[in-house]
């Protein structure tokens, strides 16, 4: 499990419930910041950390925009009837929160507390990263004892650069699909990743929905899928429990399909468990 930098709850919290947890920074824009904030995850008692740079400005996500969702939020007639017609978020989720820990802020961005989810600042707050270059990741090898991880790499050339920067694993990632348009799917450069990084795990992410999706990465290499919005949306239909389903679902496609593919440990994967796709003639 991989805490994110945007979440809005503190991460000394979550390492309290979860010791294993990974943290994933968006790194502040200038260095002081970027060394606070990790001097902050390391006493905070973290021993692995993300590092993404595949998110350096803030992305034009129409979807986003169309179905009114904004950041920083902004109160609408729209927001409002939202909330009002959908009372076991309203009253579960919101104003739980709100009774619990305030009004909502951006806790992790940086070494202090962040903007409100309400305020201008909050943009700044993630788009002040285009300037960072490969000696701001190689000042956070030097600063950081635990293990190190890069999220967002999708070419040969820069996962060479990362390992050779003491990164000690990568995330093949194209953000789901929600950052640069006509990127390419992560799936199709792992292979070329993982021979050109022997020495450290590659991890993949972004579209994987099922058991079979995990088999074909674990096929071409990988050593790790994580899974982004099923678990989100499972959590916004059932909480929990949802989560818990939609883990207890992937898990058990996962057991099935190695089955039927004659597979008892994922070792036994390779890749001539697969087919190269030929265009339709
Ligand atoms: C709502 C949302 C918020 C996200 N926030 C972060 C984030 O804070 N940090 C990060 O590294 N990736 C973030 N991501 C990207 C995910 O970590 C992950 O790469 C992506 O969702 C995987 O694709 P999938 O959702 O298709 O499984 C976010 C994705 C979504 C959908």
Redesign the pocket.
């Known amino acids: 499990m991989?805490m994110?930098?945007?979440?809005l709850i503190r991460l000394e919290e979550v390492v309290q419930a979860n010791p294993d947890a990974w943290f994933?920074a968006?790194l502040p824009g200038d260095e002081p910041s970027m060394i606070a904030l990790v001097e902050r995850v390391k006493a905070a008692g973290y021993r692995t950390l993300?590092v993404?740079v595949?998110?350096n400005i803030a992305s034009n996500r129409e979807n986003n925009i169309r179905a009114g969702f904004s950041t920083p939020l902004r109160p609408s007639l729209s927001l409002a009837w939202e909330g009002i017609t959908h009372p076991r978020w309203l009253f579960g989720t919101f104003l739980k929160t709100i009774a619990r820990h305030g009004l909502p802020h951006f806790e992790n961005n940086y070494a202090r507390r962040g903007a409100p989810i309400l305020s201008q600042n909050v943009l700044r707050d993630f788009s002040d990263r285009g300037h960072m270059n490969w000696n701001h990741f190689r000042m956070i090898r030097r600063l950081w004892p635990g293990h190190l991880v890069i999220?967002?790499i999708l070419d040969v050339r820069d996962a060479r650069l990362a390992v050779d920067s003491g990164a000690d694993g990568i995330?093949v990632?194209?953000?789901?699909?929600?950052q640069l348009d006509g990127t390419v799917p992560p799936l199709r450069v792992l292979p070329g990743i993982v021979q050109a990084c022997p020495e450290v795990p590659v991890m993949i992410?972004?579209?994987?929905?099922r058991g079979t999706d995990v088999l074909k990465a674990v096929a071409l290499g990988a050593k790790f899928v994580?899974?982004?919005?099923?678990?989100?949306y499972a959590a916004s239909v059932a909480g929990e429990d949802g989560v818990r389903k939609a883990i207890g679902l992937l898990r058990e496609e996962v057991s099935r399909n190695m089955a039927m593919l004659g597979v008892n440990g994922l070792s036994e994967l390779d890749a001539s468990y697969l087919l190269p796709a030929h265009p339709v003639s």
């Open positions: 991989i994110s930098g945007s979440s994933q968006y993300v993404t595949d998110a999220k967002g995330i990632s194209n953000h789901g699909g929600r992410d972004s579209g994987f929905r994580f899974v982004g919005r099923p678990f989100n």
